[in-house]
């Protein structure tokens, strides 16, 4: 990804990051603890401690990962008690999954893990199918199990209703500590980490392998690591051969398997497959001749490996891992797989190394042996795995994340101190170092039901608990000390030697139980709300979430549960106050006594309570002399979110270890005198490096190796040399003549090249030529492209770069045919095609023709605030600036004053008129009146024919000395006007003028003002101007003036970058999500990815997107054999689209241009919407019908979807913001109260945040916020303040934010609506009007949206065809039509705006488009001022 980034560690076991966008090292923060080793993916790292135990830090993505719990509750009806729990002996169990399969009883529903906490206590989910329930949530049926509805019938047998609850992952962006394998951690500890998987065939990509060697040789596997649980679930031992105990290991993202034995030996994991991750058995590869291999590194399609001289290696003979169906039995390690997985021979590589590692794209990293540096693998491609050459690394290293060292109170821990197991553990470690009890936030987690018949129980123990654990922690009072004295050092190791003899008697510290049938902490509402937890405010915080739920019915705040384990998110402030160790050990005893007397009567809460008060006990033996104080305060809604700054350990594990923070209390030992007998730079070496989660291109490299602050480029002396002598020639040469002017008043230059022209119907051979009139300055004055070609006779055809609108590149993969479409206003939806045979050149073409139209309209900069934005199916950005700047309108009064052709001037002339007749254009005849002449005339028409409507008819008649003036309509005539003649008689020489005025055409002889005559008929039809009669025609002048334009005549800009969707608001804020969910921000530069010649590399990045093609395989039941491909006559194609009607193969699914690569192999998707079976199909009674993923007896067709991802490699002006996935985002069109810019998004999880701090200067912002929601969104509309900000949900419903205001923009609670009895897919909102759109692609306006009511009352439809759409702040409608009709045929994609809005008929009347075809999106917020 264009923010990928690169780690590494160094000789001080600290960890650094390298982004592609960045052009120097920063460090991760450093909690006390050295890495020896990392292994990366997109959104995570994992690493080798000094300790020799695993760490996880979870970076990919500033958005919470939240999971929903859901459980059923069924109920069956009974003739004497109605509803009740008393089930059949069939029936599913009382709490059960939707299936009704597994029992999922309330209080047996726990956290895998203490690295997540509960959001909120079990609540019933209020809707079904789109559609609000009842307040106690019910369903019926007939039976178990039948489809359900919402309203009670007299046959409903039976019921069930939905509980639902949230829970959290609270440890982004920070080092977490992995349970060890053994309850003592140092019994088997690990020597090699590594993390692959992602793209496993059939697989799902957020599935990820981790794998470990101990220091046994054993080989272990991290089962259950993906997006929803990061630190995985458990450890699982995968035996090897008996002979052969490894050292290090390799994990591909395929897949594929390689380890290296003590003996220098490899051996293959094969048979890895979707269903079986760990592999079926071992194959042993021979090392290279004479050599031992010491560190291996695998890829897609490469293996390469080290040898103990340091000595590089490359694996020959490997393919891709290929997905083989559960369906085709073929599963295992067969020959062929052994093959494809051991590859042939090993190849010597130049270069020595220590180590080196594979990234994706097969690009390859490593350590030098001799200077230590990072270095990568240049020119490596598909075709060429091996690459060119070793390039080094030399870059900078930047701001470091750590804090700041007065934060750091206590020396930092020894690596024993990571898996202390007794109740003392020694607080030397920083303040965040936890335990897996969670010692320093008091987690407390219920997993008992809401149901009525246990609230009672429940809040008697909450009230109990509560009060306990608030006096205790009240009066607890720990010392920090800022110096530590060798005492204490001295006490800490006696301390862990205590502990170390409790763990050897065995003897456990005591925890809070969490097993089934057992309570936790019940925090009580009014006590817990008040606890706000605070972390230093020198820790920054990317990202706002305090999941504090609006004070509404639906929603509730996981502050105020009185079930559950709600961790505060808040953190705990250090106060540094001399308070001895004994009064605060006094204290907490004399609260520990009360609390026994206060819970004699209660055994289960005393236990309880007991637990906790002897955890902080524990804490304060050995925290010498930190004082401990719980910041009391409100909890905000919306307020900051504070990301995860504790490390943490998973619940579920044998063992207990300890945790750190993410950010450092510790202060640093005090150090002797600092001599530099290095320096900096000979200190640092690197000792590992990962690039595993960065992706880069051999063509497309990060400008990593060009860094002004690269050492290598900076102070080469010949670099140096070459400097000084180009100073001094511009000194001598160039400064002592810039007072002079150029002898060169102007230029122009020709760009001639061999093309395709379609005319006729066919392609026909064409030259073509690009002829720039440019300026001193090199401006381009004029362009024309000229295109000769001969179809029965030589024709030229000229077109002026003024009347070209937008210029697109399209390439046809099937039939090798690259296409640059030139979209003219005459026929603004079907363009004049160039194609060309080689890729290459069309992307030339392009880049001349759109340079010269740019720099022709003087649009070469940054685009106003008042832009439209549109994206192409394609993922090409174009944008059109509203506003007119002043060298645009001095290019459009040049181009629009011209003159039309006449020939000899004979009548008749008929002339086309290609801009229309609008007001501000004018049309000029000038000639010879015949000396016989008896009359003239000249008309405007609206088309070229004698039975065309005439908009004006000028007619002088000398013989009755008067002037007609008249319009015809219909073939009827209109009241006549008469006027006098004025200069014009017989033989006299004129020239007769007509300017379109907004009410009328005024008319002047000889420019003298003649006459003037209302519009009769609409100006917009006028084409053609016709002069007739007795006159010579010597000149036609045609001027289409330059102020605003209509649509079809919208000049459309290209930008480099490939995007799915850009949202652009106020300031000219302007954002854009890729296609793989990627968040990125306008930089204000042009150019990039096709646009070279114009491009700005200040502000152009490189980017990259991934996309899924997609082949449906199509089946029908027999019979006599069962499914099979043979269909009936009228079936869809065994291979096809989605639709059925396009036939569509695997082989046939080409690539859709030289910039994109592929991924990955075909294989079964097994994640298809609907639901599939264990062989990836999907089930339907015929085509095309609902299916299903289960097999019914009618079923008589099926179908499953194979998948294969491909990646684009390009450029653009586009900074990726930060590893945020949002598949919607929404751009507010006004400011806020303190001059920023809202910005709304929705998470790839359903989630609605809001960037804070964004302003025109800073499209980046500063911070996130999370806005509550109940249930999971898909998008968001950020409206102003009459409509404020609207959502959808993922079940179709529409939200309503209410109380957002420019002083409080993310509001304060949400309003439910109802959908319009389709599921909506987005909702839209500006100047007072409301509008939705549903996913049939029907779009509605919502009627009485009134400032005091603005959820209104109900959906009004207005017409189908719509694929998305768009509404400004002044309430202008835009739209993407899937489909347009047109004289020549439908054409899809096109871009329209509403037509005839008003307060009489605000659903409009019509659509009125503009230029070119294949939209996906567009973006109209912000309109020009008037």
Request: with cysteine.
């Amino acid at each position: 990804m264009p923010s990928s980034q690169v780690f590494a560690v160094n000789n001080r076991g600290r960890v650094f990051s390298l982004s592609t966008d960045q052009s120097f090292w920063r460090e991760l923060p450093y909690l006390g603890i050295e890495f020896k080793r990392v292994s990366a993916h997109e959104t995570v790292l994992w690493a080798l401690g000094g300790d020799h135990q695993v760490y996880v830090y979870v970076y990919g993505s500033s958005v919470p990962i939240r999971v929903c719990e859901g459980a059923y509750e069924n109920q069956r009806w009974n003739p004497l008690e109605g509803f009740s729990d008393v089930l059949l002996p069939s029936d599913r169990p009382k709490f059960s999954s939707a299936d009704g399969l597994t029992e999922r009883a309330l209080s047996r529903i726990t956290l895998p893990t203490l690295a997540w906490s509960w959001e909120s206590p079990w609540h019933l989910h209020d809707t079904h199918d789109g559609q609000a329930l009842e307040k106690e949530g019910w369903t019926y049926a007939i039976d178990f199990p039948r489809s359900y509805t919402a309203e009670k019938r007299w046959n409903s047998c039976v019921r069930r209703r939905k509980w639902v609850r949230y829970r959290r992952y609270v440890a982004l962006d920070t080092w977490s500590a992995v349970p060890p394998i053994h309850q003592d951690a140092t019994e088997e500890p690990f020597i090699d980490i590594t993390v692959g998987g992602g793209e496993v065939p059939g697989d799902d990509p957020d599935r990820l392998m981790v794998w470990g060697v101990t220091v046994q040789g054993r080989v272990m596997v991290r089962e259950g690591v993906d997006g929803t649980c990061p630190e995985g679930c458990r450890w699982v031992h995968v035996p090897t051969p008996s002979d052969q105990d490894v050292i290090s290991l390799s994990v591909g993202r395929s897949g594929r398997v390689w380890a290296v034995t003590w003996d220098g030996t490899a051996i293959v994991r094969t048979g890895v497959t979707r269903d079986s991750p760990t592999g079926t058995d071992w194959v042993i590869v021979e090392p290279p001749e004479g050599s031992c291999l010491h560190q291996i590194s695998v890829g897609i399609y490469s293996v390469w490996a080290i040898t103990r001289d340091h000595r590089v290696w490359f694996r020959r003979g490997l393919q891709a891992s290929q997905g083989i169906s559960v369906g085709e039995g073929k599963q295992g390690n067969g020959t062929g797989q052994k093959t494809t997985d051991t590859g042939t021979s090993w190849l010597l590589m130049v270069g020595l190394l220590n180590m080196v590692v594979v990234g994706p794209n097969d690009q390859v990293w490593g350590v030098g042996s001799e200077d230590h540096t990072v270095v990568l693998r240049t020119g490596v491609t598909e075709m060429e795995l091996t690459g060119r050459t070793w390039k080094p690394i030399c870059l900078p290293f930047g701001p470091s994340e750590n804090p700041d060292p007065s934060w750091n109170p206590s020396p930092s821990p020894s690596p024993s101190l990571l898996s202390c197991h007794s109740p003392k553990i020694s607080s030397s470690i920083d303040s965040k170092v936890i335990s897996d009890q969670s010692s320093f936030q008091i987690r407390t987690e219920n997993q008992d039901s809401l149901s009525s018949t246990t609230d009672a129980s429940l809040n008697t123990l909450d009230d109990a608990d509560f009060a306990n654990m608030e006096a205790v922690l009240n009066n607890l009072n720990l010392r920090e000390s800022c110096e530590t004295s060798t005492q204490e050092e001295k006490k800490i190791t006696k301390e862990e030697g205590e502990s170390t003899e409790n763990e050897k008697k065995g003897k456990e510290p005591e925890t809070v139980s969490q097993g089934k049938g057992s309570d936790s902490f019940h925090l009580d509402d009014s006590h817990d709300s008040s606890i706000r937890i605070r972390y230093p405010e020198d820790y920054p915080s990317s990202l706002s979430s305090s999941v504090v739920s609006d004070h509404s019915e639906a929603s509730v705040s996981s502050h105020q549960a009185n079930d559950g384990c709600i961790i505060p998110n808040d953190a705990l402030v250090i106060n540094q106050k001399n308070t001895s160790d004994g009064k605060s050990e006094d204290k907490v005893n004399e609260q520990k006594d009360k609390a026994d007397a206060t819970n004699q009567d209660q055994p289960e809460v005393k236990s309880l309570t007991d637990n906790a008060v002897n955890k902080v006990h524990m804490k304060v033996d050995n925290q010498e002399n930190q004082p401990l104080s719980i910041q009391k305060e409100s909890v905000n809604v919306g307020g900051e979110w504070n990301e995860s700054r504790l490390r943490h350990v998973s619940g579920s594990s044998v063992g207990s270890e300890a945790s750190l923070g993410a950010r450092s209390l510790v202060f640093p030992r005090e150090e002797g005198p600092n001599y530099n007998i290095l320096t900096l730079e000979s200190e640092h070496l690197w000792l590992w490096v990962t690039g595993g989660g960065c992706w880069i291109q051999a063509n497309n490299m990060p400008k990593w190796f060009m860094s002004e602050g690269s050492p290598a480029l900076c102070t080469e002396p010949w670099r140096i040399s070459i400097l000084k002598r180009l100073r001094d020639r511009n000194s001598t040469e160039i400064k002592p003549f810039t007072g002079y002017e150029e002898a060169v008043e102007g230029s122009s230059w020709v760009i001639t090249g061999q093309c395709r022209w379609w005319t006729g119907g066919q392609w026909v051979p064409a030259s073509i030529e690009l002829v720039m009139v440019g300026s001193r300055r090199s401006q381009v004055q004029d362009a024309t492209l000229i295109v000769r070609y001969t179809l029965g006779s030589p024709q030229v055809e000229e077109i002026s770069c003024c009347s070209i609108l937008m210029s697109v590149l399209c390439v046809e993969s099937a039939v090798a045919r690259s296409v640059v479409a030139v979209y003219h206003p005459t026929q603004p939806l079907q363009p004049k095609t160039l194609s060309f045979s080689a890729e290459t050149d069309a992307e030339e073409w392009l880049n001349h023709i759109s340079a010269a139209c740019n720099q022709f309209r003087g649009v070469t900069g940054r685009p106003s605030f008042y832009t439209t934005w549109a994206v192409t199916t394609k993922g090409d950005i174009f944008l059109h600036d509203c506003s007119v700047t002043e060298e645009e309108l001095r290019a459009e009064s040049v181009s629009a004053h011209r003159q039309l052709p006449v020939g000899t001037g004979t009548t008749p002339v008929i002339l086309p008129m290609d801009r229309g007749f609008r007001p501000g254009y004018f049309i000029s005849v000038s000639g010879k009146i015949h000396c016989s002449a008896e009359q003239f005339y000249i008309n405007l028409q609206t088309s070229r024919g004698s039975d065309a409507n005439i908009a004006l008819h000028i007619n002088p008649r000398f013989h009755q000395k008067v002037a007609v003036l008249n319009s015809k309509k219909k073939g009827v005539w209109g009241f006549e006007e008469h006027g006098d003649l004025g200069a014009l008689a017989p033989g006299a020489q004129c020239e007769l003028s007509v300017v379109c005025d907004d009410k009328d055409f005024k008319i002047s002889i000889n420019d003298k003002f003649w006459y003037s005559i209302n519009h009769r008929l609409p100006i917009a039809s006028i084409t053609h101007v016709v002069v007739r009669g007795s006159i010579t025609v010597d000149a036609v002048t045609y001027n289409h003036g330059a102020g605003e334009r209509q649509l079809t005549e919208w000049y459309w800009r290209g930008l480099g970058g490939h995007l799915k969707r850009v949202e652009s608001g106020a300031g000219g804020v302007t954002w854009g999500i890729s296609q793989d969910f990627h968040v990125y921000t306008y930089t204000g530069a042009t150019g990039g990815g096709l646009y070279k010649g114009s491009s700005n590399d200040t502000g152009v990045q490189i980017m990259n997107d991934v996309r899924h093609m997609y082949v449906w395989e199509n089946q029908r039941w027999n019979p006599v054999t069962g499914f099979t491909h043979r269909g009936l006559p009228t079936d869809r194609h065994t291979w096809s689209d989605q639709s059925g009607r396009h036939h569509r193969t695997k082989d046939a699914t080409k690539l859709p241009s030289r910039h994109w690569s592929w991924m990955s192999e075909w294989c079964v998707d097994y994640h298809t919407p609907g639901g599939v079976d264990r062989e990836g199909w999907q089930y339907a009674t015929d085509f095309p019908l609902s299916y299903h993923g289960h097999r019914y007896v009618t079923d008589l067709v099926r179908r499953r979807r194979w998948l294969r991802k491909c990646r684009v490699s390009t450029s653009g002006p586009w900074r990726q913001m930060e590893k945020v996935a949002l598949v919607h985002v929404s751009v507010s069109p006004e400011y806020a109260e303190d001059g920023t810019v809202p910005v709304w998004g929705v998470s790839v999880t359903g989630e609605v945040v809001i960037r804070l701090g964004v302003t025109a200067t800073k499209y980046e912002g500063e911070k996130w916020i999370l806005v509550p929601v109940e249930c999971p969104m898909c998008s968001v509309c950020a409206g102003v303040d009459s409509c404020g900000v609207w959502a959808v949900s993922q079940d179709g419903r529409a939200h309503l934010r209410l109380g957002v205001t420019k002083k409080t923009p993310q509001g304060t609670q949400w309003v439910s609506i109802d959908s319009p009895g389709q599921p909506l897919v987005e909702v839209g909102a500006g100047a007072g009007s409301v509008w939705g759109l549903d996913r049939g692609g029907y779009l509605y306006r919502r009627a009485n949206v009134h400032p005091l009511f603005p959820e209104g009352t109900s959906w009004e439809v207005i017409c189908g065809n719509v694929t998305s759409f768009s509404i400004s702040v002044a309430g202008a409608l835009w739209a993407v039509l899937e489909s347009y009709e047109m004289e020549k045929g439908t054409v899809q994609g096109v871009i329209a705006r509403r037509v005839g809005i008003s307060h009489a008929c605000p659903l409009g009347t019509g659509w009125e488009h503009t230029i070119g075809t294949g939209w996906n999106y567009v973006c109209a917020h912000v309109s020009p001022p008037l």
